[in-house]
């Protein structure tokens, strides 16, 4: 009889894996305003892990990421674009009032610019309406190139012009150089002209993916190549 009231005792003092999650949370929100970005994170993750139905913990997971991706630390926390994404549309799908949230979040600036972020705004690319929209708020990469990462950029400032950035890895005296042109487009339902100076216009379309494709330039997306060579 006394054994079976110590066990109730203490099946009652301990804590529910919701309990744990909450005390999790709590302590890694405590580390992140002390500025202990890597040690918040951790507690997050353990708090998501400890109640994978607490919207909150994977979005303190994404908005963490968002500060060390934004202190350059990509690779050492893995804080990729996507990474950040899947997080806040986990938290997002859990609790839709996390998303009135990110929009306020400086946290969550570096995947402003992506597909993913237009998505959750209700900008999707299987609509071809929205292709001209999505075209200037994304920022475009190409697949990496080894230790180089992705060498080329496409941005759409406006309805009228495009940037193009380029790395220049074959300047063997400066490996480091870039170049910018700027030029002009046009769309037609997912179907994009580009027209720089001297060169004869570059067809291209966006995918049904959120992918831009060309002939001539390859394929862009919205995350760069990252922490791959």
Same mark, same amino acid.
């Given at each position: 009889?006394?054994?079976?009231?110590?066990?109730?005792?203490?099946?009652?003092?301990?804590? =529910?894996? !919701?309990?744990?999650?909450? $005390?999790?949370?709590? +302590?890694?929100?405590?580390?992140?305003?002390?500025?202990?970005?890597?040690?918040?994170?951790?507690?997050? @993750?353990?708090?998501?892990?400890?109640?994978?139905?607490?919207?909150? !913990?994977?979005?303190?997971?994404?908005?963490?990421?968002?500060?060390?991706?934004?202190?350059?630390?990509?690779?050492?926390?893995? !804080?990729?674009?996507?990474?950040?994404? @899947?997080?806040?549309?986990?938290?997002?799908?859990?609790?839709?009032?996390?998303?009135?949230?990110?929009?306020?979040?400086?946290?969550?600036?570096?995947?402003?610019?992506?597909?993913?972020?237009?998505?959750?705004?209700?900008?999707?690319?299987?609509?071809? $309406?929205?292709?001209?929209?999505?075209?200037?708020?994304?920022?475009?990469?190409?697949?990496?190139?080894?230790?180089?990462?992705?060498?080329?950029?496409?941005?759409?400032?406006? =309805?009228?012009?495009?940037?193009?950035?380029?790395?220049?890895?074959?300047?063997?005296?400066?490996?480091?150089?870039?170049?910018?042109?700027?030029?002009?487009?046009?769309?037609?339902?997912?179907?994009?002209?580009?027209?720089?100076?001297?060169?004869?216009?570059?067809?291209?379309?966006?995918?049904?993916?959120?992918?831009?494709?060309? +002939?001539?330039?390859?394929?862009?997306?919205?995350?760069? =190549?990252?922490?791959?060579?």
């Amino acid at each position: 009889m006394h054994r079976l009231l110590l066990l109730l005792a203490l099946t009652l003092a301990a804590p =529910s894996p !919701a309990q744990s999650a909450r $005390a999790l949370n709590t +302590e890694g929100f405590r580390l992140y305003q002390a500025g202990k970005y890597p040690e918040a994170l951790k507690k997050f @993750e353990a708090a998501a892990q400890a109640d994978p139905q607490l919207a909150l !913990a994977h979005y303190n997971v994404a908005a963490t990421l968002g500060v060390l991706r934004k202190q350059g630390q990509i690779c050492q926390y893995e !804080a990729y674009r996507q990474t950040i994404l @899947e997080r806040l549309n986990t938290a997002v799908r859990l609790d839709p009032r996390r998303l009135a949230r990110a929009k306020e979040d400086a946290d969550l600036d570096p995947i402003r610019d992506t597909v993913g972020w237009q998505r959750l705004l209700g900008r999707s690319p299987e609509k071809q $309406a929205h292709v001209p929209e999505l075209l200037r708020r994304v920022s475009w990469f190409s697949p990496g190139e080894g230790v180089y990462g992705s060498t080329r950029k496409l941005t759409f400032p406006d =309805s009228q012009r495009v940037v193009l950035w380029r790395r220049v890895i074959e300047d063997e005296k400066d490996p480091s150089r870039t170049e910018e042109v700027t030029g002009t487009y046009s769309v037609k339902g997912r179907t994009l002209t580009l027209t720089f100076p001297g060169q004869k216009p570059l067809q291209g379309k966006m995918t049904t993916r959120g992918v831009l494709e060309f +002939e001539e330039l390859g394929t862009f997306q919205d995350s760069p =190549s990252e922490c791959e060579a």
